[in-house]
Protein backbone atom coordinates (compact mmCIF):
# COMPACT_ATOMS: atom_id res chain seq x y z
CA UNK A 1 0.00 0.00 0.00
CA UNK A 2 1.81 3.11 -1.17
CA UNK A 3 1.69 6.31 0.69
CA UNK A 4 1.49 9.79 -0.70
CA UNK A 5 3.06 12.90 0.40
CA UNK A 6 0.43 15.85 0.74
CA UNK A 7 2.87 19.14 0.36
CA UNK A 8 1.22 22.19 -0.04
CA UNK A 9 -2.67 24.09 -0.82
CA UNK A 10 -5.43 21.91 1.23
CA UNK A 11 -9.11 23.12 0.70
CA UNK A 12 -11.08 22.55 4.17
CA UNK A 13 -14.86 22.40 3.35
CA UNK A 14 -16.55 23.63 6.86
CA UNK A 15 -13.54 25.28 8.14
CA UNK A 16 -15.52 27.48 10.12
CA UNK A 17 -17.18 24.99 12.30
CA UNK A 18 -16.02 23.31 15.45
CA UNK A 19 -13.37 20.57 13.99
CA UNK A 20 -13.01 22.03 10.86
CA UNK A 21 -11.59 25.30 12.67
CA UNK A 22 -9.17 23.24 14.42
CA UNK A 23 -8.21 21.34 11.49
CA UNK A 24 -6.95 24.57 9.96
CA UNK A 25 -5.69 25.38 12.58
CA UNK A 26 -3.05 22.64 12.95
CA UNK A 27 -2.74 22.65 9.25
CA UNK A 28 -1.33 26.17 9.30
CA UNK A 29 0.35 25.42 11.72
CA UNK A 30 2.31 22.69 9.63
CA UNK A 31 2.61 25.06 7.14
CA UNK A 32 0.30 24.46 4.41
CA UNK A 33 -1.93 26.99 2.37
CA UNK A 34 -5.40 26.37 3.56
CA UNK A 35 -8.66 27.31 1.42
CA UNK A 36 -11.62 27.50 3.21
CA UNK A 37 -14.97 27.02 2.03
CA UNK A 38 -18.03 27.34 4.63
CA UNK A 39 -21.85 28.45 4.24
CA UNK A 40 -21.82 30.07 7.70
CA UNK A 41 -24.94 28.56 8.44
CA UNK A 42 -24.09 26.62 11.59
CA UNK A 43 -23.81 29.62 14.16
CA UNK A 44 -20.66 29.69 12.82
CA UNK A 45 -18.14 32.90 11.40
CA UNK A 46 -14.82 34.13 10.47
CA UNK A 47 -13.51 34.74 14.45
CA UNK A 48 -10.90 31.54 14.30
CA UNK A 49 -10.02 32.54 10.60
CA UNK A 50 -9.39 35.90 10.32
CA UNK A 51 -6.26 36.09 11.48
CA UNK A 52 -4.87 33.73 8.94
CA UNK A 53 -6.62 35.44 6.48
CA UNK A 54 -4.78 38.33 7.56
CA UNK A 55 -1.59 36.63 7.70
CA UNK A 56 -1.87 35.58 3.81
CA UNK A 57 -1.80 31.90 5.09
CA UNK A 58 -5.69 31.04 4.27
CA UNK A 59 -8.49 32.18 2.25
CA UNK A 60 -12.00 32.18 2.11
CA UNK A 61 -15.31 31.37 0.17
CA UNK A 62 -18.67 31.72 1.02
CA UNK A 63 -19.89 28.78 -0.51
CA UNK A 64 -22.23 25.72 0.41
CA UNK A 65 -21.58 22.42 -0.41
CA UNK A 66 -24.66 22.49 -1.84
CA UNK A 67 -24.50 24.79 -4.54
CA UNK A 68 -22.23 22.70 -7.10
CA UNK A 69 -21.84 25.92 -9.28
CA UNK A 70 -20.28 27.49 -7.00
CA UNK A 71 -18.36 24.49 -5.94
CA UNK A 72 -17.03 24.13 -10.05
CA UNK A 73 -16.28 28.38 -9.91
CA UNK A 74 -13.09 27.30 -6.92
CA UNK A 75 -9.59 26.88 -8.07
CA UNK A 76 -8.47 22.89 -8.75
CA UNK A 77 -4.34 23.20 -7.81
CA UNK A 78 -5.62 21.49 -4.05
CA UNK A 79 -3.41 18.88 -3.37
CA UNK A 80 -5.89 17.14 -0.58
CA UNK A 81 -9.47 18.26 0.31
CA UNK A 82 -10.47 17.73 3.86
CA UNK A 83 -14.25 17.19 3.87
CA UNK A 84 -15.78 18.50 6.89
CA UNK A 85 -19.19 20.23 5.98
CA UNK A 86 -21.94 18.91 7.33
CA UNK A 87 -25.15 19.67 8.74
CA UNK A 88 -24.06 18.25 11.87
CA UNK A 89 -27.43 17.43 14.28
CA UNK A 90 -28.72 14.15 14.58
CA UNK A 91 -32.13 15.01 15.95
CA UNK A 92 -32.29 17.45 12.73
CA UNK A 93 -31.88 14.74 10.32
CA UNK A 94 -35.13 13.48 12.07
CA UNK A 95 -37.26 16.15 12.01
CA UNK A 96 -35.94 17.29 8.75
CA UNK A 97 -34.85 14.51 6.62
CA UNK A 98 -34.56 16.34 3.29
CA UNK A 99 -32.17 19.35 4.65
CA UNK A 100 -29.86 16.85 5.73
CA UNK A 101 -29.81 14.95 2.80
CA UNK A 102 -29.27 17.79 0.76
CA UNK A 103 -26.25 18.80 2.67
CA UNK A 104 -24.30 15.68 3.92
CA UNK A 105 -25.27 13.57 0.63
CA UNK A 106 -25.92 16.20 -2.08
CA UNK A 107 -23.00 18.29 -0.59
CA UNK A 108 -19.89 15.57 -0.50
CA UNK A 109 -21.22 14.08 -4.15
CA UNK A 110 -20.68 17.65 -5.40
CA UNK A 111 -17.39 17.78 -3.58
CA UNK A 112 -16.74 14.48 -5.15
CA UNK A 113 -18.18 15.25 -8.60
CA UNK A 114 -15.85 18.41 -8.29
CA UNK A 115 -12.98 16.48 -7.60
CA UNK A 116 -13.34 14.08 -10.50
CA UNK A 117 -13.88 17.08 -12.82
CA UNK A 118 -10.72 18.80 -11.66
CA UNK A 119 -8.64 16.03 -11.42
CA UNK A 120 -8.31 16.24 -7.54
CA UNK A 121 -7.45 12.59 -6.36
CA UNK A 122 -6.92 12.92 -2.47
CA UNK A 123 -9.91 13.16 -0.13
CA UNK A 124 -9.99 12.73 4.06
CA UNK A 125 -14.06 12.75 4.77
CA UNK A 126 -15.30 13.14 8.22
CA UNK A 127 -17.71 10.44 8.57
CA UNK A 128 -19.19 9.19 11.90
CA UNK A 129 -18.77 6.23 13.88
CA UNK A 130 -21.28 6.37 16.32
CA UNK A 131 -24.52 6.43 14.25
CA UNK A 132 -23.26 4.88 10.10
CA UNK A 133 -23.46 0.91 12.32
CA UNK A 134 -27.02 1.66 13.63
CA UNK A 135 -27.13 -1.11 16.88
CA UNK A 136 -24.15 -3.08 16.01
CA UNK A 137 -24.20 -7.10 17.60
CA UNK A 138 -20.62 -6.63 17.94
CA UNK A 139 -18.70 -4.36 20.06
CA UNK A 140 -16.45 -2.68 20.10
CA UNK A 141 -17.32 -2.39 16.56
CA UNK A 142 -14.43 -2.96 13.96
CA UNK A 143 -14.64 -0.98 10.60
CA UNK A 144 -16.06 -4.08 8.70
CA UNK A 145 -18.66 -4.62 10.40
CA UNK A 146 -22.29 -4.16 8.09
CA UNK A 147 -23.39 -0.49 8.06
CA UNK A 148 -27.62 -0.30 8.96
CA UNK A 149 -28.34 3.26 10.40
CA UNK A 150 -30.93 4.27 12.44
CA UNK A 151 -30.77 8.07 11.70
CA UNK A 152 -30.91 9.83 8.82
CA UNK A 153 -27.82 11.31 9.73
CA UNK A 154 -26.16 8.27 9.72
CA UNK A 155 -27.96 6.99 6.36
CA UNK A 156 -26.43 10.02 4.76
CA UNK A 157 -22.74 9.88 5.92
CA UNK A 158 -22.86 5.84 5.31
CA UNK A 159 -24.68 7.05 1.63
CA UNK A 160 -21.65 9.28 1.26
CA UNK A 161 -19.07 6.52 1.83
CA UNK A 162 -20.69 4.21 -0.92
CA UNK A 163 -19.99 7.18 -3.36
CA UNK A 164 -16.47 7.73 -1.50
CA UNK A 165 -15.89 3.72 -2.35
CA UNK A 166 -17.00 4.04 -5.88
CA UNK A 167 -15.16 7.05 -6.86
CA UNK A 168 -11.35 5.74 -5.46
CA UNK A 169 -12.12 2.29 -7.73
CA UNK A 170 -13.56 4.38 -11.04
CA UNK A 171 -11.33 7.53 -10.78
CA UNK A 172 -8.24 6.56 -8.63
CA UNK A 173 -9.14 8.69 -6.11
CA UNK A 174 -7.59 8.15 -2.35
CA UNK A 175 -10.07 8.80 -0.09
CA UNK A 176 -9.66 8.09 3.68
CA UNK A 177 -13.24 8.36 5.82
CA UNK A 178 -12.52 8.84 9.47
CA UNK A 179 -15.25 7.87 11.11
CA UNK A 180 -15.65 10.13 13.54
CA UNK A 181 -17.36 9.39 17.36
CA UNK A 182 -18.77 12.31 19.58
CA UNK A 183 -16.07 14.88 19.43
CA UNK A 184 -15.94 17.68 22.16
CA UNK A 185 -14.13 20.26 23.12
CA UNK A 186 -13.55 24.07 23.29
CA UNK A 187 -15.75 25.83 20.40
CA UNK A 188 -18.24 23.17 20.08
CA UNK A 189 -21.59 24.57 20.20
CA UNK A 190 -23.70 21.55 20.55
CA UNK A 191 -23.99 18.03 22.41
CA UNK A 192 -24.65 16.46 25.79
CA UNK A 193 -22.14 18.71 27.54
CA UNK A 194 -22.58 21.68 25.96
CA UNK A 195 -26.30 21.25 26.52
CA UNK A 196 -26.18 19.95 30.21
CA UNK A 197 -23.52 23.19 30.92
CA UNK A 198 -26.28 25.78 30.00
CA UNK A 199 -28.82 24.07 31.53
CA UNK A 200 -27.12 24.27 34.79
CA UNK A 201 -26.39 27.85 34.56
CA UNK A 202 -30.14 28.55 34.32
CA UNK A 203 -30.83 26.15 37.11
CA UNK A 204 -28.12 24.54 38.91
CA UNK A 205 -30.63 22.59 41.09
CA UNK A 206 -31.98 20.02 38.53
CA UNK A 207 -30.83 18.75 35.24
CA UNK A 208 -33.20 17.28 32.94
CA UNK A 209 -31.36 14.23 31.33
CA UNK A 210 -33.44 13.17 28.04
CA UNK A 211 -34.01 9.62 27.62
CA UNK A 212 -33.10 7.35 31.11
CA UNK A 213 -30.04 8.48 31.18
CA UNK A 214 -28.08 4.98 30.69
CA UNK A 215 -27.09 5.37 27.13
CA UNK A 216 -23.61 4.48 26.52
CA UNK A 217 -21.10 6.14 24.40
CA UNK A 218 -17.32 7.18 23.70
CA UNK A 219 -16.54 10.72 23.52
CA UNK A 220 -13.35 12.19 22.19
CA UNK A 221 -11.33 15.78 22.98
CA UNK A 222 -11.04 17.52 20.25
CA UNK A 223 -6.91 17.75 20.36
CA UNK A 224 -6.80 13.85 19.39
CA UNK A 225 -9.59 14.17 16.76
CA UNK A 226 -7.35 16.65 15.03
CA UNK A 227 -3.90 14.61 15.58
CA UNK A 228 -6.51 11.71 13.89
CA UNK A 229 -6.47 14.22 10.84
CA UNK A 230 -3.03 14.90 10.71
CA UNK A 231 -1.90 11.33 11.41
CA UNK A 232 -4.16 10.57 8.63
CA UNK A 233 -2.56 13.13 6.34
CA UNK A 234 1.09 11.86 7.20
CA UNK A 235 0.00 8.26 6.02
CA UNK A 236 -2.20 8.70 3.21
CA UNK A 237 -3.12 5.57 1.83
CA UNK A 238 -4.31 5.07 -1.83
CA UNK A 239 -7.62 3.31 -2.41
CA UNK A 240 -10.28 3.50 -0.17
CA UNK A 241 -9.57 3.51 3.42
CA UNK A 242 -11.83 3.73 6.69
CA UNK A 243 -10.78 4.29 10.42
CA UNK A 244 -12.56 4.84 13.35
CA UNK A 245 -11.90 7.63 15.38
CA UNK A 246 -12.99 6.88 18.72
CA UNK A 247 -12.20 6.36 22.43
CA UNK A 248 -12.26 3.25 24.21
CA UNK A 249 -13.47 4.52 27.08
CA UNK A 250 -17.49 4.24 26.96
CA UNK A 251 -19.27 7.04 29.41
CA UNK A 252 -22.96 6.80 30.49
CA UNK A 253 -24.93 10.12 30.14
CA UNK A 254 -25.08 10.40 33.58
CA UNK A 255 -21.83 9.88 34.11
CA UNK A 256 -21.12 12.78 32.14
CA UNK A 257 -24.21 14.49 34.53
CA UNK A 258 -22.08 13.46 37.35
CA UNK A 259 -18.78 14.51 35.96
CA UNK A 260 -20.14 17.92 34.62
CA UNK A 261 -21.40 18.54 38.16
CA UNK A 262 -18.51 17.62 39.76
CA UNK A 263 -15.93 20.31 37.88
CA UNK A 264 -18.80 22.80 38.55
CA UNK A 265 -18.69 22.05 41.70
CA UNK A 266 -22.21 21.47 42.59
CA UNK A 267 -24.08 19.70 45.23
CA UNK A 268 -27.31 17.96 45.40
CA UNK A 269 -28.74 18.54 41.22
CA UNK A 270 -31.84 16.48 41.40
CA UNK A 271 -31.47 14.22 37.47
CA UNK A 272 -34.30 14.21 36.12
CA UNK A 273 -35.42 11.81 32.91
CA UNK A 274 -37.62 11.96 30.19
CA UNK A 275 -37.56 8.57 30.36
CA UNK A 276 -37.13 5.49 27.32
CA UNK A 277 -34.00 4.27 26.20
CA UNK A 278 -33.33 6.64 23.66
CA UNK A 279 -32.33 10.31 24.15
CA UNK A 280 -34.49 10.92 20.68
CA UNK A 281 -35.79 9.04 17.61
CA UNK A 282 -32.61 8.13 16.03
CA UNK A 283 -30.44 8.07 19.04
CA UNK A 284 -28.14 5.23 19.06
CA UNK A 285 -28.20 3.61 22.81
CA UNK A 286 -24.67 2.03 22.82
CA UNK A 287 -21.85 3.14 21.09
CA UNK A 288 -18.15 1.39 21.04
CA UNK A 289 -15.65 1.49 17.89
CA UNK A 290 -12.75 -0.14 17.71
CA UNK A 291 -10.04 1.54 17.26
CA UNK A 292 -6.98 -0.45 16.83
CA UNK A 293 -6.79 0.30 12.87
CA UNK A 294 -5.86 3.90 13.72
CA UNK A 295 -3.71 2.74 16.52
CA UNK A 296 -1.48 0.64 14.29
CA UNK A 297 -0.54 3.82 12.35
CA UNK A 298 0.95 5.33 15.97
CA UNK A 299 -2.39 7.51 16.86
CA UNK A 300 -3.68 7.32 20.97
CA UNK A 301 -5.58 9.15 23.16
CA UNK A 302 -4.27 11.26 24.95
CA UNK A 303 -7.43 12.97 26.86
CA UNK A 304 -9.21 10.81 28.72
CA UNK A 305 -12.48 12.04 29.06
CA UNK A 306 -12.21 13.53 33.02
CA UNK A 307 -9.38 15.51 31.12
CA UNK A 308 -11.29 16.37 27.75
CA UNK A 309 -14.30 17.89 29.77
CA UNK A 310 -12.59 19.84 32.24
CA UNK A 311 -10.81 21.35 29.58
CA UNK A 312 -14.15 22.02 27.87
CA UNK A 313 -15.72 23.14 30.83
CA UNK A 314 -12.82 26.17 31.03
CA UNK A 315 -13.32 26.89 27.75
CA UNK A 316 -17.70 27.27 28.08
CA UNK A 317 -16.91 29.30 31.19
CA UNK A 318 -15.36 32.22 28.87
CA UNK A 319 -18.21 32.68 26.78
CA UNK B 1 -41.56 -11.31 13.37
CA UNK B 2 -44.85 -10.38 11.90
CA UNK B 3 -46.19 -10.92 8.98
CA UNK B 4 -48.14 -7.90 7.04
CA UNK B 5 -50.75 -8.57 4.68
CA UNK B 6 -51.13 -6.54 1.64
CA UNK B 7 -54.71 -6.52 -0.15
CA UNK B 8 -55.73 -3.70 -2.05
CA UNK B 9 -53.77 -1.21 -3.75
CA UNK B 10 -50.62 -0.49 -4.95
CA UNK B 11 -47.80 1.49 -6.36
CA UNK B 12 -45.51 0.55 -8.81
CA UNK B 13 -42.64 2.79 -9.96
CA UNK B 14 -40.77 2.43 -13.10
CA UNK B 15 -44.08 -0.01 -14.29
CA UNK B 16 -43.50 0.43 -17.77
CA UNK B 17 -39.88 -0.79 -17.93
CA UNK B 18 -38.68 -4.39 -17.96
CA UNK B 19 -39.10 -6.04 -14.61
CA UNK B 20 -41.71 -3.52 -13.87
CA UNK B 21 -43.87 -3.97 -16.40
CA UNK B 22 -43.63 -7.87 -15.54
CA UNK B 23 -44.18 -7.18 -11.45
CA UNK B 24 -47.67 -5.24 -12.90
CA UNK B 25 -48.78 -8.44 -14.51
CA UNK B 26 -48.67 -10.47 -11.91
CA UNK B 27 -50.34 -8.00 -9.37
CA UNK B 28 -53.03 -7.02 -11.42
CA UNK B 29 -53.38 -11.52 -11.93
CA UNK B 30 -53.45 -11.64 -8.27
CA UNK B 31 -56.18 -9.10 -7.94
CA UNK B 32 -54.49 -6.06 -6.92
CA UNK B 33 -55.77 -2.54 -8.21
CA UNK B 34 -52.51 -1.14 -9.67
CA UNK B 35 -51.15 2.64 -10.22
CA UNK B 36 -48.48 2.55 -12.23
CA UNK B 37 -45.79 6.19 -12.42
CA UNK B 38 -42.94 6.03 -15.27
CA UNK B 39 -41.19 8.94 -17.00
CA UNK B 40 -41.31 6.88 -20.28
CA UNK B 41 -37.44 7.34 -20.38
CA UNK B 42 -35.60 4.24 -20.62
CA UNK B 43 -37.02 3.47 -24.16
CA UNK B 44 -40.35 2.31 -22.86
CA UNK B 45 -44.23 3.43 -23.54
CA UNK B 46 -47.18 2.05 -22.09
CA UNK B 47 -47.53 -0.71 -24.67
CA UNK B 48 -47.44 -3.77 -21.55
CA UNK B 49 -49.60 -1.32 -20.04
CA UNK B 50 -52.63 -0.27 -21.57
CA UNK B 51 -55.05 -3.26 -21.92
CA UNK B 52 -54.81 -2.92 -17.74
CA UNK B 53 -55.75 0.89 -18.25
CA UNK B 54 -58.70 0.10 -20.54
CA UNK B 55 -60.00 -2.89 -18.05
CA UNK B 56 -59.91 -0.36 -15.23
CA UNK B 57 -57.62 -2.32 -13.54
CA UNK B 58 -54.77 0.02 -13.02
CA UNK B 59 -54.31 3.55 -13.76
CA UNK B 60 -51.22 5.30 -15.11
CA UNK B 61 -49.02 9.37 -14.43
CA UNK B 62 -46.55 10.09 -16.09
CA UNK B 63 -44.11 11.12 -13.77
CA UNK B 64 -40.29 10.77 -12.39
CA UNK B 65 -39.17 10.41 -8.90
CA UNK B 66 -36.63 13.15 -9.56
CA UNK B 67 -39.64 15.35 -9.18
CA UNK B 68 -40.87 15.34 -5.56
CA UNK B 69 -43.74 17.81 -6.03
CA UNK B 70 -45.43 15.71 -8.89
CA UNK B 71 -44.73 12.68 -6.29
CA UNK B 72 -46.65 14.53 -3.67
CA UNK B 73 -49.08 15.07 -5.77
CA UNK B 74 -50.36 11.17 -6.22
CA UNK B 75 -52.96 10.05 -4.04
CA UNK B 76 -52.32 7.86 -0.54
CA UNK B 77 -53.80 5.39 -0.31
CA UNK B 78 -51.45 2.16 -1.01
CA UNK B 79 -50.93 -0.37 0.84
CA UNK B 80 -47.18 -0.94 -0.57
CA UNK B 81 -45.18 0.72 -3.10
CA UNK B 82 -42.97 -1.35 -5.22
CA UNK B 83 -39.82 1.02 -6.01
CA UNK B 84 -38.32 0.07 -9.48
CA UNK B 85 -38.17 3.48 -11.46
CA UNK B 86 -34.36 3.71 -11.81
CA UNK B 87 -31.49 4.49 -14.51
CA UNK B 88 -30.36 1.11 -15.07
CA UNK B 89 -26.88 1.19 -16.76
CA UNK B 90 -24.07 0.62 -15.03
CA UNK B 91 -21.82 1.77 -18.04
CA UNK B 92 -24.16 4.98 -18.07
CA UNK B 93 -23.21 5.54 -13.82
CA UNK B 94 -19.76 5.53 -14.59
CA UNK B 95 -19.99 8.23 -17.33
CA UNK B 96 -22.67 10.08 -16.25
CA UNK B 97 -22.75 9.91 -11.98
CA UNK B 98 -25.22 12.59 -11.57
CA UNK B 99 -27.57 11.46 -13.72
CA UNK B 100 -27.35 8.09 -12.18
CA UNK B 101 -27.30 10.13 -9.32
CA UNK B 102 -30.51 12.08 -9.35
CA UNK B 103 -32.54 8.95 -10.07
CA UNK B 104 -31.15 6.24 -8.12
CA UNK B 105 -30.30 8.12 -4.94
CA UNK B 106 -32.60 11.15 -5.29
CA UNK B 107 -35.22 9.29 -6.70
CA UNK B 108 -35.39 6.99 -3.85
CA UNK B 109 -35.26 9.63 -1.22
CA UNK B 110 -38.19 11.18 -2.62
CA UNK B 111 -40.34 8.22 -2.11
CA UNK B 112 -38.64 7.84 0.88
CA UNK B 113 -40.36 11.28 1.87
CA UNK B 114 -43.35 10.50 0.03
CA UNK B 115 -44.00 7.67 1.68
CA UNK B 116 -43.21 9.46 5.53
CA UNK B 117 -45.51 12.40 4.65
CA UNK B 118 -48.51 10.33 3.31
CA UNK B 119 -48.20 7.65 6.40
CA UNK B 120 -47.63 4.35 3.52
CA UNK B 121 -45.14 2.01 5.34
CA UNK B 122 -44.72 -1.07 3.45
CA UNK B 123 -42.12 -0.86 0.57
CA UNK B 124 -40.46 -3.46 -1.99
CA UNK B 125 -37.21 -1.90 -3.30
CA UNK B 126 -34.90 -3.16 -6.08
CA UNK B 127 -31.86 -2.83 -5.56
CA UNK B 128 -28.64 -4.85 -6.89
CA UNK B 129 -26.80 -7.26 -5.79
CA UNK B 130 -23.83 -7.68 -8.18
CA UNK B 131 -22.75 -4.07 -7.86
CA UNK B 132 -23.33 -3.48 -4.35
CA UNK B 133 -21.08 -5.52 -2.90
CA UNK B 134 -18.20 -4.61 -5.18
CA UNK B 135 -15.69 -7.28 -5.09
CA UNK B 136 -16.30 -9.39 -2.24
CA UNK B 137 -13.99 -11.78 -0.72
CA UNK B 138 -16.74 -14.20 0.20
CA UNK B 139 -18.66 -16.31 -2.50
CA UNK B 140 -21.65 -17.25 -2.52
CA UNK B 141 -22.07 -13.45 -0.74
CA UNK B 142 -24.60 -13.62 2.08
CA UNK B 143 -26.85 -10.17 2.71
CA UNK B 144 -24.97 -9.02 5.38
CA UNK B 145 -21.51 -8.69 3.95
CA UNK B 146 -20.18 -5.33 4.30
CA UNK B 147 -20.71 -3.04 1.16
CA UNK B 148 -17.93 -1.59 -0.90
CA UNK B 149 -19.20 -0.85 -4.45
CA UNK B 150 -16.99 -0.35 -7.10
CA UNK B 151 -19.80 1.59 -9.78
CA UNK B 152 -21.65 4.28 -8.95
CA UNK B 153 -24.73 2.49 -9.61
CA UNK B 154 -23.86 0.36 -6.76
CA UNK B 155 -23.19 3.18 -4.69
CA UNK B 156 -26.46 4.24 -5.67
CA UNK B 157 -28.39 1.23 -4.26
CA UNK B 158 -26.41 0.66 -1.76
CA UNK B 159 -26.50 4.65 -0.44
CA UNK B 160 -30.37 4.45 -0.83
CA UNK B 161 -30.64 1.03 1.24
CA UNK B 162 -28.62 3.29 3.97
CA UNK B 163 -31.78 5.42 3.81
CA UNK B 164 -34.70 2.18 3.71
CA UNK B 165 -32.77 1.37 7.06
CA UNK B 166 -33.01 4.45 8.99
CA UNK B 167 -36.60 5.15 7.56
CA UNK B 168 -37.69 1.70 8.34
CA UNK B 169 -36.13 2.55 12.31
CA UNK B 170 -37.07 5.92 12.53
CA UNK B 171 -40.73 6.01 10.87
CA UNK B 172 -42.00 2.22 11.36
CA UNK B 173 -41.61 1.70 8.00
CA UNK B 174 -41.33 -2.13 6.70
CA UNK B 175 -38.78 -1.98 3.67
CA UNK B 176 -37.54 -5.29 1.93
CA UNK B 177 -34.65 -4.80 0.19
CA UNK B 178 -34.72 -7.41 -3.17
CA UNK B 179 -30.75 -7.25 -4.13
CA UNK B 180 -31.59 -8.31 -7.76
CA UNK B 181 -28.61 -10.46 -9.80
CA UNK B 182 -28.55 -9.70 -13.87
CA UNK B 183 -31.82 -10.30 -14.60
CA UNK B 184 -32.79 -11.18 -18.41
CA UNK B 185 -35.92 -12.37 -20.39
CA UNK B 186 -38.59 -10.83 -22.48
CA UNK B 187 -39.41 -7.18 -22.28
CA UNK B 188 -35.38 -6.82 -21.79
CA UNK B 189 -33.70 -4.34 -24.44
CA UNK B 190 -29.76 -4.36 -22.61
CA UNK B 191 -27.73 -6.82 -21.01
CA UNK B 192 -25.03 -8.28 -22.39
CA UNK B 193 -27.11 -11.49 -24.06
CA UNK B 194 -29.34 -8.45 -25.91
CA UNK B 195 -25.90 -7.33 -27.12
CA UNK B 196 -24.92 -10.57 -28.44
CA UNK B 197 -27.81 -11.05 -29.94
CA UNK B 198 -28.17 -8.09 -32.10
CA UNK B 199 -23.92 -7.90 -32.69
CA UNK B 200 -24.68 -11.87 -34.13
CA UNK B 201 -28.13 -10.43 -36.47
CA UNK B 202 -25.48 -7.96 -37.72
CA UNK B 203 -22.65 -10.14 -38.58
CA UNK B 204 -23.04 -13.68 -37.74
CA UNK B 205 -19.28 -14.31 -38.49
CA UNK B 206 -17.72 -12.31 -35.52
CA UNK B 207 -18.46 -11.70 -32.02
CA UNK B 208 -16.89 -8.66 -30.30
CA UNK B 209 -16.34 -9.46 -26.52
CA UNK B 210 -16.11 -6.98 -23.83
CA UNK B 211 -13.04 -7.84 -21.97
CA UNK B 212 -11.51 -11.01 -21.76
CA UNK B 213 -14.56 -12.88 -21.11
CA UNK B 214 -13.98 -14.17 -17.70
CA UNK B 215 -16.16 -12.10 -15.77
CA UNK B 216 -18.56 -14.71 -14.06
CA UNK B 217 -21.46 -13.85 -13.14
CA UNK B 218 -25.56 -15.30 -12.05
CA UNK B 219 -28.15 -14.63 -14.51
CA UNK B 220 -31.32 -15.00 -13.68
CA UNK B 221 -34.50 -15.84 -15.53
CA UNK B 222 -37.74 -12.77 -15.27
CA UNK B 223 -40.01 -15.26 -14.35
CA UNK B 224 -38.20 -16.32 -11.43
CA UNK B 225 -37.14 -12.58 -10.25
CA UNK B 226 -40.65 -11.77 -10.45
CA UNK B 227 -42.14 -14.69 -8.08
CA UNK B 228 -39.34 -13.69 -5.84
CA UNK B 229 -41.31 -10.16 -5.94
CA UNK B 230 -44.66 -12.21 -5.16
CA UNK B 231 -43.30 -14.21 -2.52
CA UNK B 232 -41.96 -10.96 -0.66
CA UNK B 233 -45.23 -10.00 -0.75
CA UNK B 234 -47.05 -12.53 0.63
CA UNK B 235 -44.32 -13.22 3.81
CA UNK B 236 -43.85 -9.04 4.24
CA UNK B 237 -42.02 -9.07 6.83
CA UNK B 238 -41.79 -5.73 9.76
CA UNK B 239 -38.93 -4.12 9.60
CA UNK B 240 -35.59 -3.54 7.40
CA UNK B 241 -34.85 -7.16 5.44
CA UNK B 242 -32.21 -7.55 2.28
CA UNK B 243 -32.70 -10.81 0.27
CA UNK B 244 -30.73 -11.17 -2.43
CA UNK B 245 -32.54 -12.65 -5.61
CA UNK B 246 -30.33 -14.24 -7.73
CA UNK B 247 -28.94 -17.87 -8.94
CA UNK B 248 -26.35 -20.42 -7.31
CA UNK B 249 -25.45 -21.29 -11.47
CA UNK B 250 -22.50 -19.34 -12.60
CA UNK B 251 -21.94 -18.26 -16.12
CA UNK B 252 -19.05 -16.45 -17.83
CA UNK B 253 -19.28 -14.20 -20.58
CA UNK B 254 -17.29 -16.71 -23.27
CA UNK B 255 -20.26 -19.19 -21.94
CA UNK B 256 -22.92 -16.83 -22.95
CA UNK B 257 -21.70 -15.98 -26.24
CA UNK B 258 -21.23 -19.81 -27.01
CA UNK B 259 -24.65 -20.83 -25.22
CA UNK B 260 -26.22 -18.18 -27.81
CA UNK B 261 -24.60 -19.32 -31.17
CA UNK B 262 -25.72 -22.93 -30.55
CA UNK B 263 -29.14 -21.97 -30.01
CA UNK B 264 -28.83 -20.08 -33.06
CA UNK B 265 -27.42 -22.36 -34.51
CA UNK B 266 -24.39 -20.44 -36.00
CA UNK B 267 -21.23 -22.21 -36.56
CA UNK B 268 -17.55 -20.72 -36.96
CA UNK B 269 -18.18 -17.25 -35.10
CA UNK B 270 -14.99 -16.25 -34.20
CA UNK B 271 -14.76 -14.30 -30.58
CA UNK B 272 -13.27 -11.25 -30.34
CA UNK B 273 -12.06 -9.76 -27.25
CA UNK B 274 -11.24 -6.30 -26.39
CA UNK B 275 -8.99 -7.31 -23.27
CA UNK B 276 -8.61 -6.64 -20.05
CA UNK B 277 -10.31 -8.21 -16.77
CA UNK B 278 -13.19 -5.81 -16.98
CA UNK B 279 -16.44 -5.28 -19.59
CA UNK B 280 -16.18 -1.67 -18.77
CA UNK B 281 -15.20 0.36 -16.03
CA UNK B 282 -16.79 -0.14 -12.56
CA UNK B 283 -17.73 -4.01 -13.93
CA UNK B 284 -17.65 -6.55 -11.15
CA UNK B 285 -15.76 -9.38 -12.35
CA UNK B 286 -16.83 -12.35 -10.47
CA UNK B 287 -20.54 -11.94 -8.73
CA UNK B 288 -21.77 -15.08 -6.18
CA UNK B 289 -24.57 -14.26 -4.32
CA UNK B 290 -25.88 -16.63 -1.41
CA UNK B 291 -29.46 -17.04 -1.84
CA UNK B 292 -30.13 -19.28 1.03
CA UNK B 293 -32.22 -16.63 2.58
CA UNK B 294 -34.86 -16.30 0.19
CA UNK B 295 -35.07 -20.09 -0.42
CA UNK B 296 -35.78 -20.28 3.05
CA UNK B 297 -39.10 -18.59 2.47
CA UNK B 298 -39.93 -21.30 -0.21
CA UNK B 299 -38.68 -19.28 -3.45
CA UNK B 300 -36.95 -21.51 -5.91
CA UNK B 301 -35.21 -21.10 -9.76
CA UNK B 302 -37.81 -22.69 -11.63
CA UNK B 303 -35.23 -21.63 -14.72
CA UNK B 304 -31.70 -22.88 -15.41
CA UNK B 305 -29.83 -20.85 -17.79
CA UNK B 306 -30.03 -22.62 -20.60
CA UNK B 307 -33.67 -22.61 -20.43
CA UNK B 308 -34.19 -19.22 -20.09
CA UNK B 309 -31.51 -18.08 -22.40
CA UNK B 310 -33.75 -19.89 -25.06
CA UNK B 311 -37.29 -18.40 -24.24
CA UNK B 312 -35.33 -15.09 -24.48
CA UNK B 313 -34.09 -15.53 -27.74
CA UNK B 314 -37.77 -16.69 -28.67
CA UNK B 315 -38.67 -13.67 -27.69
CA UNK B 316 -36.19 -11.33 -29.35
CA UNK B 317 -36.83 -13.30 -32.73
CA UNK B 318 -40.19 -12.06 -32.78
CA UNK B 319 -38.91 -8.28 -32.43
Not at 50 to 75: C, M, P, R, T
Not at 288 to 314: H, M, R
Amino acid sequence: MGVKHITKNILVTGGCGFIGSHIVDMLVKKGFYVTVIDDLSAKTDLRYLNKYLEEGKADFHQISVQNYDDILSLDSNYDCIFHLAAQPDVKLSVSEPRLDFETNVIGTFNILEYMRVKDIKDLIFASSVGTVYGEPEVHPTPENYPLKPISNYGAAKAAAEMYCSSYTSLYNFNITSLRLGNIFGPRSTHGVIYDFYHKLQRNSKELEILGDGTQTKSYLYIDDTVNAFDITLKNLQEGFNVFNVSSEETTTVIEIAEELTKILDLSDVNFTFTGGKRGWKGDVTYSSADISKLQALGWEVKNPFSVGISKYVEWLKQL
